[in-house]
C-alpha cells in the first residue's frame, strides 16, 4: 500500500426536486462535496458527503494534512476534529440544525460528516490497492444484495422558475397523490417498502395518505416520518390510529424525553433520526427505552467503522437498526450498500433519496431491482468517477451563490411569509 499523494476536495451543486418537509420545500440545486484520495501509485479513492460551507471548509482544512499519510483510517476521526479550530468553531458548535431535519447540529456532528466523506476515499483507494471491494476490508460480507425502501414525498410538480430543473414525477399533494408516486416507486424501482415524509400537512390528512397506502400495499412495510412535527398528545393519536399499520413510527417528536413518553404510552415501534445521531445521545434514550429503531447513516456517525460499531451497540441492547438517507449521489450509495452488507443486525429496508437525483457523479449510476442494489465485489467501493460530470457539477457550484441547502428560503420564495415552524407544529 503506497501513502497518499493527493487529496483533491470539489464541491458541487446538483439538481434536487421541490420535495416538501416541515422546513419547507428543497432547493432546486444543493450543494455536496466529492472528495478524492489518489495514492503514490496512482489509486484514486472517492467519498462524498454535504456541501454546506462549513461541511466544506473543514474539509478543504483537513485535505492537505492528509498528504503524506498512510493509507489508513486509524485516527482519522480525531485529526479531523482537530482542524476544527481553523474553520471557526465557536460560530457552528451546538446549535440547532438550520434545516431542523436532524436534531442539535454540533461541531462534533459536523466533524464526523466530513470525516466519513475521506473514511470512505481511504477505504475506496485502499481496495482498488488491494484488489479487494470495500465490504471485505469491513470484515466481509453476509448478503449479496441489500434492500432498499421507497421514499415517498409530498411535492410540488416543478420549482417555481421556469428554468430550474424538472423531473416529471408530477404533484403529489393528497393521498391518492402519494399513492400515485408509490405504484411508480414500486414499477420503476421494485421497492417493496414505503416511507412517506410527513410534517408537511395536518396529521389526519397524513394518517389518510398512509391508510390509502395500505389499501394499496396491504402486505407492504410502511413508515411515516413528521421530523418531529407533533407534540406528545398528537403523537399518541397518530400511533393509535396507525397501529397495526406502521412497520414504524420515526420521529413524531423532538428531544429524547418526548420520544420516551410516547414509546411508554404507544405500542408502535419509534424509529429515530433525530434524537439519537451521535454516539453519546444513545445511553440516556436507551436507559429510556426512547427508540427502539435507530436509523444509522455513514455520514451522521463518522463513517463505515462506526456504522458497524452503531450496529454492535444496538445490537447489544435490543435495538433495531435501519438507515437514513438524505439527498445523495452515487458514492455515497456504494457506500452505504458495501457498509449495509456487512451488518447482519440490518433488519430493515435502507433509505435511499437516490431515486430523486437525476444527476450523478459516477460513470454507472446504480440500478435498482426489487427494491434492491446488488453488492458490488469488485476492488473498493466498485464505482468510476465521471470527470466530466464532476467538472459541470462544479462549474455550476462556481456559478451560483447556493452555498448551503436551505428549505426555508425556498419556500419563501413561493410563500413570502413562510418560517419554519417551531416545535411542536401540531
Ligand atoms: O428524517 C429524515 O429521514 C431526513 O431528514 C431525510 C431528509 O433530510 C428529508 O427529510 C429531506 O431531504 O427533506
Ligand atoms: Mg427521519
Known amino acids: 500500500m503506497s501513502p497518499i499523494a493527493e487529496v483533491r476536495v470539489t464541491p458541487i451543486l446538483i439538481s434536487d426536486p421541490p420535495l416538501l418537509n416541515l422546513q419547507g420545500v428543497h432547493q432546486p440545486y444543493t450543494p455536496r462535496t466529492i472528495v478524492e484520495v489518489i495514492t503514490e501509485d496512482g489509486a484514486v479513492g472517492l467519498g462524498e458527503t454535504y456541501g454546506d460551507l462549513d461541511y466544506l471548509r473543514l474539509a478543504e482544512a483537513f485535505a492537505p494534512k492528509l498528504t503524506g499519510s498512510a493509507l489508513t483510517v486509524n485516527g482519522l476521526g480525531p485529526r479531523v476534529a482537530a482542524c476544527t479550530r481553523q474553520v471557526g468553531a465557536e460560530r457552528i458548535d451546538n446549535t440547532v440544525q438550520a434545516e431542523g431535519l436532524r436534531g442539535s447540529r454540533t461541531l462534533a456532528k459536523i466533524a464526523a460528516a466530513v470525516t466519513s466523506a475521506f473514511e470512505v476515499a481511504i477505504f475506496d483507494a485502499l481496495g482498488r490497492e488491494l484488489g479487494v471491494p470495500v465490504h471485505a476490508l469491513l470484515g466481509g460480507k453476509v448478503r449479496d444484495a441489500v434492500e432498499y425502501s421507497a421514499y ?35 414499477d420503476d424501482y421494485g421497492f417493496t417498502s414505503f416511507k412517506l415524509k410527513g410534517g408537511v400537512f395536518e396529521p389526519a390528512q397524513e394518517v389518510a395518505a398512509i391508510l390509502a397506502l ?25 400511533a393509535a390510529r396507525l397501529d397495526g399499520v406502521l412497520e414504524y413510527l420515526e420521529d413524531p417528536t423532538t428531544g429524547t424525553a418526548n420520544m420516551a413518553e410516547v414509546a411508554r404510552k404507544s405500542a408502535l415501534p419509534l424509529a429515530t433520526n433525530m434524537c439519537v445521531t451521535a454516539f453519546d445521545e444513545i445511553p440516556e434514550a436507551f436507559r429510556l427505552d426512547a427508540v427502539q ?97 464532476l467538472a459541470a457539477l462544479h462549474q455550476r457550484w462556481l456559478d451560483s451563490d447556493v452555498r448551503r441547502r436551505d428549505d426555508a428560503a425556498a419556500m419563501r420564495r413561493v410563500d413570502p411569509a413562510w418560517t419554519a415552524p417551531g416545535f411542536p407544529r401540531w
Not at 156 to 171: L, M, N, Y
Open 152 to 186: 415517498l414525498f409530498y411535492r410540488w410538480a416543478e420549482h417555481p422558475e421556469p428554468d430550474e430543473p424538472r423531473d416529471g414525477w408530477g404533484a403529489a399533494l393528497d393521498p391518492a397523490g402519494v399513492v400515485a408516486q408509490a405504484k411508480r416507486m414500486a
Open 214 to 238: 395500505h389499501d394499496e400495499f396491504p402486505e407492504q412495510p410502511l413508515r411515516l416520518d413528521p421530523n418531529g412535527a407533533w407534540s406528545v398528545e398528537t403523537s399518541l393519536e397518530v
Open 293 to 389: 429503531v435507530v436509523l444509522s447513516d455513514h455520514h451522521y456517525w463518522g463513517g463505515l467503522r462506526a456504522t458497524q460499531d452503531l450496529a454492535a451497540i444496538c445490537r447489544t441492547y435490543g435495538v433495531g437498526l435501519s438507515m437514513h438517507s438524505n439527498t445523495h449521489l452515487g458514492i455515497s450509495l456504494a457506500a452505504m450498500t458495501q457498509v449495509a452488507s456487512t451488518v447482519p443486525s440490518l433488519d430493515y429496508a435502507c433509505d435511499t433519496h437516490r431515486p430523486w437525483q437525476t444527476e450523478d457523479v459516477i460513470t454507472e449510476p446504480h440500478t435498482f431491482s426489487g427494491g434492491l442494489v446488488k453488492v458490488s465485489d469488485a476492488p473498493g467501493l466498485g464505482v468510476e468517477l465521471d470527470r466530466d460530470s
